[in-house]
């Protein structure tokens, strides 16, 4: 009687370990301008393993299902035994596990007392193996896998309301993933697969005032419980591109405007020099900060003079400081989106201020002196100011200026200017030496 007790309070401590072990809760919720909004939908991407799954209102947790041998989970070239899924579960679940070679392999399920219900043994080739477990008339059961001079045991509980099976348990051998590294475990929703170091993605949505749509894009690591809480702005996503990344590792959202994606942010790429000196055509992309301030290069983004943005080319949508996959804005594109907004096809055509409320709907809501813009297309335009050519900068909080790599009236590159309290959209052409904002769009 005192060895059956002393076996049950054992068994007892290494469920109550495992059990509590074996999720991960995400929990979302958003802001925006600094107030709670409910969530439309999230969408969850497996950045490492691949795949996806979605949340939608009211749901805003997501559980995710890992290994309870959290040591074991990256070492994907040792023998190893994955956390069965689901757990609990009714009638039966999967195990997967990995041998790194050749070897005989024996199987042993026990009971919650340590009683022997199972064993079955096999010889299997190298790689990802999965059989499905069959649950007899117990509750808890322990099923140790033993291979060479390694062995695991994994803890695994039925919610079977009756006994199935006339109460005996089984195991059946599904396959061999064709020597795999690793494993994937299984999230409740659709299938979606996560192990411990796996990139997630994680893009919000949102309905705002007026019924526009917001959207914002997080990436994360999890290795426990988290809350996440999203910053909706106005604009979405552009599917399948949430971000796109410099050459030195800045990270721009994107927003899709029409048929166009567009970056969010204004580029800040490159090496800042002196508002004095003269951007050259060398080995390093140059920017002029504000004030020769680098914070300003990080909240509004770099100024630049039009030949080092184009990289000193002048074809029309060239690449320049762009990053792979994206160009310089040219001047149809600049007419094409003031279009979709409400610019007639004339009114683009023409040049200084143009058009309605177009540039209201471009502005970003915050960072400009009134802060009353709707930013309605997501385009989040900041007000950077700009560099005047000769060793100095202006207007900052008041003009927004953007090069495209189109050129004019002799060899003038055409630009955009946004300022404050004015709805309309600005449309010249001036000298290569100013520097101004950069705004990239997709090829």
């Given at each position: ?8 309070v ?64 990256n ?45 079955q ?17 117990e509750?808890?059961?322990?099923l ?74 997080l ?56 508002a ?6 060398n ?11 680098p914070?300003n ?18 074809e029309e ?127």
């Amino acid at each position: 009687m005192k060895t059956k007790i002393s076996l049950l309070v054992l068994a007892l401590g290494f469920l109550l370990s495992a059990f509590g072990q074996n999720t991960i809760e995400l929990t979302f919720t958003a802001e925006n301008n600094e107030q709670n909004v409910p969530l439309d939908s999230i969408l969850i991407e497996n950045l490492t393993q691949g795949g996806d799954t979605t949340l939608y209102a009211p749901d805003d947790v997501l559980v995710l299902y890992i290994s309870g041998i959290n040591d074991e989970l990256n070492t994907k070239n040792n023998f190893f035994v994955s956390q069965n899924y689901p757990n609990p579960f009714i009638d039966k679940t999967r195990i997967n596990f990995f041998v790194p070679e050749k070897e005989a392999i024996t199987i042993t399920v026990r009971d919650l007392l340590g009683r022997e219900l199972m064993q079955q043994q096999n010889i299997l080739n190298p790689g990802a193996h999965s059989f499905t477990f069959y649950s007899g008339s117990e509750k808890y059961y322990f099923l140790t896998i033993r291979g060479g001079k390694s062995s695991q045991t994994i803890k695994m509980l039925s919610a079977n309301s009756t006994p199935i099976n006339k109460g005996k348990c089984k195991i059946i051998y599904i396959e061999n993933t064709n020597h795999k590294k690793g494993f994937k475990f299984k999230n409740t929703k659709n299938d979606f697969v996560f192990h411990l170091g796996d990139k997630l993605q994680y893009i919000g949505y949102a309905t705002l005032l007026n019924d526009i749509t917001g959207s914002d894009v997080l990436i994360d690591t999890p290795q426990a419980n988290e809350n996440y809480q999203f910053a909706i702005l106005n604009g979405i996503i552009c599917p399948g591109i949430p971000t796109v990344e410099d050459v030195d590792g800045n990270i721009y959202r994107t927003v899709l405007i029409g048929s166009q994606c567009w970056m969010k942010e204004n580029l800040k790429v490159g090496i800042m020099i002196n508002a004095t000196e003269e951007m050259t055509d060398n080995a390093s992309i140059e920017k002029y900060c504000y004030d020769d301030d680098p914070e300003n290069c990080n909240i509004y983004g770099g100024l630049y003079q039009w030949n080092e943005m184009m990289q000193y080319v002048t074809e029309e949508g060239v690449q320049g400081i762009c990053p792979d996959g994206w160009h310089v804005s040219t001047d149809d594109e600049w007419k094409q989106l003031e279009m979709y907004l409400g610019m007639s096809q004339s009114e683009a055509d023409t040049t200084i201020w143009r058009g309605t409320d177009e540039g209201e709907k471009l502005k970003s809501n915050n960072l400009w002196y009134n802060g009353n813009s709707s930013n309605s297309s997501g385009f989040t335009a900041l007000p950077g100011g700009y560099h005047n050519g000769n060793g100095s900068t202006g207007h900052l909080s008041d003009f927004g200026m953007w090069w495209t790599s189109s050129e004019s009236y002799m060899s003038r590159p055409w630009y955009r200017n946004l300022r404050n309290n004015y709805e309309q959209v600005y449309r010249y052409y001036y000298d290569k030496r100013c520097g101004y904002s950069v705004r990239c769009i997709m090829d």
